[in-house]
């Protein structure tokens, strides 16, 4: 089965509950940093689809949608993001990603044929699947989240894999991502459409959708399915992940019903062709590399140095960023208030 889009595909068989930002006040929530910066990159655009940009024609759409989007869950819901940066990825997701740099590829050149012809939304319908996220832009989102004191985390492997051991030591409440994969790698809870935007762009249709917080939670899902972890895995690499090509004819209901029949791939008929790397692909998601090397503390917002990158390097309006500031201060005293009245509840 070839699968569209990226995450694996579990739509209809995941048990999710819509919830409101404002549930989450006071949590911790691990973000899959590379994940929402390339959506950043997709939806925060001119309207002809061209990225925002510096003075020297670096693109500023992730900093943008870091610096004043993110900082929304802090301000206005008082939630605590921790992003997790991707590190290596492992050898058996080479395929995929060669594929996603093939469409983005495909995307450029429709985009520049469609200006070209002056037809503007198609040329933004384009853009958003063009969106590259190189070393400089993670960089610069990293120092960005150091000036605003907000922690991250650079993981060894899958940004997902150490959003999940996060959370399952309890470090988070939750995993933040639209993908889930988190699932596959084990996190309880997973939160999904977390950083605002409000809606997403769906290249094929031209068109968007609305988008409202989901919260998953491990355990209850797969109780309901009477399935465990492990057969939740089997069925992924049986409908395809982003290290192993599914087997064709094989749909995620279709797979369920196998392993809950069969219950393992190893006790499938021989008539279906099961990848025969599934064993390396398990692997990847019981096993994955780990760092327990990682902060979840805030820490003091840098002034002077958010003004000089934002401002002098990276060309942001003076007004906005000082307005961001005295809302980050005032978040934070609120924090502080709200420590010092939980440390006295506990002496008393």
Same mark, same amino acid.
């Given at each position: 089965?070839?699968?569209?889009?990226? =995450?694996?595909?579990?739509?209809? #068989? *995941?048990?999710?509950?819509? #919830?409101?930002?404002?549930?989450?006040?006071?949590?911790?929530?691990? #973000?899959?940093?590379?994940?929402?910066?390339?959506?950043?990159?997709?939806?925060?655009? @001119?309207?002809?689809?061209?990225?925002?940009?510096?003075?020297?024609?670096?693109?500023?759409?992730? %900093?943008?949608?870091?610096?004043?989007?993110?900082?929304?869950?802090?301000?206005?819901?008082?939630?605590?993001?921790?992003?997790?940066?991707?590190? &290596?990825?492992?050898?058996?997701?080479?395929?995929?990603?060669?594929?996603?740099?093939?469409?983005?590829? +495909?995307?450029?050149?429709?985009?520049?044929?469609?200006?070209?012809? =002056?037809?503007?939304?198609?040329?933004?319908?384009?853009?958003? *699947? &063009?969106?590259?996220? $190189?070393?400089?832009?993670? !960089?610069?989102?990293?120092?960005? @989240?150091?000036?605003?004191?907000?922690?991250?985390?650079?993981?060894?492997?899958?940004? !997902?894999?150490?959003?999940?051991?996060?959370?399952?030591?309890?470090?988070?409440?939750? &995993?933040?991502?639209?993908?889930?994969?988190?699932? %596959?790698?084990?996190?309880?809870? %997973?939160?999904?459409?977390?950083?605002?935007?409000?809606?997403?762009?769906?290249?094929?249709?031209?068109?968007?959708?609305?988008?409202?917080?989901?919260?998953?939670?491990?355990?209850?899902?797969?109780? !309901?399915?009477?399935?465990?972890?492990?057969?939740?895995?089997?069925?992924? #690499?049986?409908?395809?992940?982003?290290?192993?090509?599914? *087997?064709?004819?094989?749909?995620?209901?279709?797979?369920?019903?196998?392993?809950?029949?069969?219950?393992? @791939?190893?006790?499938?008929?021989?008539?279906?062709?099961?990848?025969?790397?599934?064993?390396?692909?398990?692997?990847?998601?019981?096993?994955?590399?780990?760092?327990?090397?990682?902060? $979840?503390?805030?820490?003091?917002?840098?002034? *002077?140095?958010?003004?000089?990158?934002? /401002?002098?390097?990276?060309?942001?309006?003076?007004?906005?960023?000082?307005?961001?500031?005295?809302?980050?201060?005032?978040?934070?005293?609120?924090?502080?208030? /709200?420590?010092?009245?939980?440390?006295?509840? +506990?002496?008393?």
């Amino acid at each position: 089965m070839e699968r569209k889009g990226l =995450g694996v595909p579990l739509t209809p #068989i *995941v048990k999710r509950r819509i #919830i409101s930002l404002s549930d989450l006040a006071g949590k911790i929530i691990a #973000i899959d940093a590379n994940a929402e910066l390339h959506q950043f990159l997709a939806l925060i655009r @001119l309207p002809d689809g061209s990225l925002l940009t510096d003075s020297d024609g670096n693109p500023t759409s992730h %900093l943008l949608g870091l610096a004043f989007r993110t900082t929304r869950l802090i301000l206005d819901y008082g939630i605590k993001p921790i992003f997790v940066f991707d590190g &290596t990825p492992p050898a058996l997701k080479e395929e995929t990603l060669a594929r996603r740099r093939t469409l983005r590829e +495909r995307a450029a050149k429709e985009m520049k044929k469609a200006l070209a012809e =002056g037809d503007v939304a198609k040329a933004f319908s384009k853009a958003v *699947v &063009t969106g590259r996220l $190189t070393k400089g832009m993670i !960089e610069d989102s990293k120092r960005l @989240l150091k000036l605003l004191g907000i922690p991250y985390v650079q993981a060894l492997g899958e940004a !997902e894999a150490q959003a999940a051991y996060m959370t399952i030591r309890g470090d988070v409440w939750a &995993t933040g991502s639209k993908d889930y994969d988190s699932l %596959l790698f084990g996190t309880p809870r %997973l939160v999904r459409y977390i950083t605002l935007t409000g809606r997403e762009f769906l290249p094929s249709l031209g068109k968007f959708r609305l988008l409202k917080p989901e919260l998953i939670e491990l355990k209850a899902m797969l109780e !309901e399915l009477g399935i465990s972890h492990e057969q939740l895995i089997d069925i992924a #690499i049986l409908i395809g992940t982003d290290f192993n090509r599914g *087997v064709k004819g094989i749909g995620i209901k279709g797979a369920l019903k196998l392993i809950k029949a069969y219950g393992s @791939l190893e006790n499938l008929p021989k008539e279906i062709s099961v990848p025969k790397n599934y064993h390396e692909v398990r692997n990847i998601f019981l096993n994955p590399p780990i760092t327990e090397s990682y902060e $979840t503390n805030f820490s003091s917002m840098d002034e *002077v140095g958010l003004l000089s990158f934002l /401002c002098e390097e990276k060309n942001f309006r003076s007004d906005r960023v000082k307005e961001l500031i005295r809302r980050m201060e005032a978040a934070a005293k609120r924090w502080k208030k /709200c420590l010092d009245l939980d440390k006295w509840m +506990r002496k008393a």
